[in-house]
């Protein structure tokens, strides 16, 4: 199946699709894809339950020849049953449980070995009594016309920028976000630790901010999208009546994509829903302003220079 939207070519596996529509907002679209019904979603987006480890019991059935080495802390798994074509999946090569903030680096380098995509994390903790994999999902930049936004800088509103870094917010986008573009990644660490620091980070405390993120190159320049959550669920995931949508969005819903397998949940992605579900999830553009206003003394001071 070959969806053109806005001049961009998404080639998707129709062995998977259903149903396809665009929510159209004034400013940016979102894609709703519905899965066949006999398409079971851990084929699409893995969920793993809290006593199993999904990638384990991948490679348990299908052996070594599953994976490839990217380097010495990644394997790469070619996702060959998805809506997306060329999925790639970027695996921690053991499992984890506490923060490691050091994994932003890892998001960052693994979009320079993989220029033309975009790397997708939802997230760099989990509870205690999960065991998973640190995954990556690996897509090609034209599944989301939201890149070319940014690209072009039609929904960024810059807070910060000089010949070394820049850093700006969505816009008119009903959620935000912080857009960090450098040639340099280790500045944008040093800077995704300010903010993180400034979003209720608290070691002592072992309270971390929950951050959906999404990183990408540009020729010599990294670009990091980071969506700071209010909530991990909206409401709609709790209803029980026909109103429902029982979604947990993540980087790829923030990147402008829902895939469903439910022909109710599908229905039920309308501007309304989605407005609704993108408002409680995310910070504000006023909000998220006001987050950052004390980071800009420590970069006038060129602090991620150091």
């Known amino acids: 199946m070959l969806l053109k939207l806005e001049n961009i070519e998404s080639e998707f596996n129709t062995d998977y699709i259903e149903n396809y529509k665009l929510v159209k907002f004034d400013n940016f679209n979102v894609q709703v894809l519905k899965l066949f019904s006999q398409t079971e979603e851990n084929q699409i987006l893995q969920k793993v339950d809290l006593n199993n480890c999904s990638i384990c019991a991948r490679l348990d059935g299908k052996g070594e020849s599953y994976k490839r080495v990217l380097n010495d802390k990644y394997f790469i798994i070619n996702h060959l049953q998805s809506v997306f074509k060329n999925y790639v999946l970027a695996v921690d090569k053991t499992h984890f449980r506490k923060k490691d903030i050091e994994k932003v680096k890892n998001i960052l380098s693994i979009a320079q070995i993989y220029k033309g995509s975009v790397v997708l994390s939802d997230g760099i903790s989990f509870p205690d009594e999960v065991k998973r994999h640190f995954t990556l999902q690996i897509l090609n930049k034209d599944y ?154 420590k970069l006038t001071e060129a602090f991620y220079l150091e």
């Open 144 to 297: 989301f016309p939201f890149i070319n936004d940014i690209d072009s800088g039609v929904c960024l509103s810059s807070v910060f920028a000089d010949e070394n870094i820049e850093i700006s917010l969505l816009k008119k986008q009903i959620r935000s976000a912080f857009v960090i573009k450098s040639k340099n990644y280790q500045w944008i660490f040093n800077v995704y630790l300010e903010l993180e620091k400034l979003l209720g980070r608290s070691y002592s405390l072992s309270k971390y901010p929950y951050i959906n993120y999404c990183s990408y190159c540009n020729n010599d320049e990294y670009v990091l999208v980071i969506f700071p959550r209010v909530v991990q669920k909206p409401v709609q995931y709790y209803d029980s009546s026909p109103g429902k949508i029982k979604i947990f969005p993540g980087a790829l819903e923030l990147m402008g994509m829902f895939i469903v397998n439910d022909s109710l949940y599908f229905n039920n992605l309308t501007e309304e829903s989605v407005k609704s579900i993108y408002e409680q999830i995310s910070y504000s553009f006023s909000s998220l302003t006001d987050i950052f206003k004390p980071l800009l003394p």
